[in-house]
């Protein structure tokens, strides 16, 4: 028998899915053994028993539950079973993937992603390969969140916006070279674009946020400048703008729009800025060149980090083309000699990070 909890049950919206501890395989949950001549008949009515004192000791005695939880994540790819799809623009949209067990808590280290994968065909090169930061902050139980943006010849985002509620999808954890810990640099430059956001995201909640040991005060300065079409398009805003007014003398938050729907209204609002990243813009909103110990982060659509950081086309369409595929970003894009608006401002390789 398989006892499955609908998602109202757990204060979820939509329909979702969990899997249930199955007496078939008690192995998998917890286990539970007693020897039965340990039961004695005690008088009673109508010939009805009471366990004896021996009884009472043989079950505490032998009454060991073994839980044997699966691993949340591991460098293994395992199946999670798809419980919601949120759409929050015309082409985006919030995919919730059910954890093994509703008490198992997401937990991410920064700065590490999911590669998801699924096959094809029937060849054993017809498999696609995609990386997904999730948006989920740490301790959350049950589920994960990743937000994807569709796109018409992408592989796995059009598997992904085809997925029914219940469908399952291979995932596994992968660390990027890159790693954060309390106090590794003094401040940390971000500039995101679109769903680049999800990395900095990332960082930026287990900086603020996440307990420290007893005696460590992590001190980590972060500036994070977010690039979109419109401000329609500006994803998980009022999180970002809640995380900025909470943590005000560490973190500060800037926007930036190719172009705004209502201009006269997007420029009254403090830190924002009108179109493409600009030297000025970096200036205003980055640590500078000289500033020791500190790092600037890229992650966004091809023509940002080809404009800002002068990544190479040729390199961003390896990893965005709709390969099977998708290599990894960083291990290509931090390969590259450092370009764009950030080299003539007088950034050095080292300097600099690539998601």
Known sequence: MKVFLSGAALGFTGKLLYRGYDAAHPDESSSLSFSSSSVSSSPGSEGSWLPSVSCYKSIENSLQFTFKPAEVFSARFQPYTLGEVIPITHDVA???FLLPNPNDEFNLKPCSTLQACYKHGVQAMDQCYRFYTPVTANHTKGYFDIIVKRKNSGLMTTHLFGMHIGDKLLFRNVAFKIQYRPNKWEHIGMIAGGTG???????????LTEPLEPG???KTRLSFLYCNRTENH???KGLFDRLAKDYPKRFKLFFTVDRAVNEKEWKKQPNTYLGYVTEQMIKDTMPAPNTKNSVIMLCGPDH?????????MHTMSAMSGGLNIQPGAPDLNNLVQLGGVLAALGYQDEQIYRF
């Open 94 to 96: 919030l995919f919730r």
């Open 197 to 207: 956001f999800t990395p900095m995201l990332q960082i930026i909640r287990h900086a």
């Open 216 to 218: 460590t005060v992590d």
């Open 234 to 236: 500006i994803l998980l």
């Open 304 to 312: 940002l980090l080809h404009h800002v950081a002068g990544t190479p």
